[in-house]
């Protein structure tokens, strides 16, 4: 008995090294950061989806869903409106009317950045209020130039059903009221989440 007690030994010694070093590995550690594991946050394989509806920006009449915060620079001789923001509470519509399906709202901001040209900077959610998203957002910030005839911009994050989202979304413009200044815009968004 006692000639295999070395090499049991020596092979408990070598298990427990090891057992030591993966316990290391496995959490890793630096200062307040730390490596997780995804599936201890329940997610799964990834997966692409694809969403289309209609974005809504209504200036005018009793009850718009986009407002003027701030106004253009007044002493800039510009047609780009530089310096006009806008907070919105914009509906998103299965199709192009107003009257269509409300599949969510787009609630944010959007900023008039450019000296040159119409370019806004959008930062706005998608907050979903039908069906299996109902509740979960999709976050967009990027350049939208207004007059391009299509535009992208990405997807940076969202909440609910899309945590740790990410992708762009495609927009056109489809339609404009050149008086009112309102306007419908398409909208595809593309986006990876779990």
């Given at each position: 008995?006692?000639?295999?007690?070395?090499?049991?030994?020596?092979?408990?010694?070598?298990?427990?090294?090891?057992?030591?070093?993966?316990?290391?590995?496995?959490?890793e550690h630096h200062g307040s950061a730390k490596?997780?594991?995804?599936?201890?946050?329940?997610?799964?394989?990834?997966?692409?989806?694809?969403?289309?509806?209609?974005?809504?920006?209504?200036?005018?009449?009793?009850?718009?869903?986009?407002?003027?915060?701030?106004?253009?620079?007044?002493?800039?001789?510009?047609?780009?409106?530089?310096?006009?923001?806008?907070?919105?509470?914009?509906?998103?519509?299965?199709?192009?009317?107003?009257?269509?399906?409300?599949?969510?709202?787009?609630?944010?901001?959007?900023?008039?950045?450019?000296?040159?040209?119409?370019?806004?900077?959008?930062?706005?959610?998608?907050?979903?209020?039908?069906?299996?998203?109902?509740?979960?957002?999709?976050?967009?910030?990027?350049?939208?130039?207004?007059?391009?005839?299509?535009?992208?911009?990405?997807?940076?994050?969202?909440?609910?059903?899309?945590?740790?989202?990410?992708?762009?979304?495609?927009?056109?413009?489809?339609?404009?009221?050149?008086?009112?200044?309102?306007?419908?815009?398409?909208?595809?968004?593309?986006?990876?989440?779990?």
């Amino acid at each position: 008995m006692a000639k295999f007690l070395p090499i049991f030994s020596s092979h408990f010694i070598i298990i427990f090294v090891f057992s030591i070093s993966i316990i290391l590995i496995s959490s890793e550690h630096h200062g307040s950061a730390k490596t997780l594991n995804k599936k201890d946050f329940g997610l799964g394989k990834e997966k692409l989806s694809h969403f289309r509806f209609y974005w809504h920006d209504t200036l005018s009449g009793s009850n718009p869903s986009s407002m003027q915060v701030v106004p253009p620079v007044s002493n800039y001789s510009s047609t780009t409106a530089f310096g006009l923001m806008n907070m919105i509470d914009n509906p998103l519509t299965e199709g192009p009317n107003l009257s269509s399906k409300l599949i969510g709202r787009a609630q944010g901001l959007y900023g008039a950045t450019s000296q040159e040209e119409v370019v806004l900077l959008m930062a706005m959610n998608f907050a979903f209020v039908q069906g299996k998203y109902n509740g979960s957002t999709i976050t967009v910030l990027g350049r939208n130039p207004v007059f391009s005839k299509m535009r992208e911009m990405p997807v940076i994050g969202g909440t609910g059903l899309f945590q740790f989202a990410r992708g762009y979304v495609k927009l056109k413009t489809y339609e404009v009221d050149n008086n009112t200044r309102d306007a419908i815009v398409e909208y595809n968004c593309y986006v990876l989440h779990y």
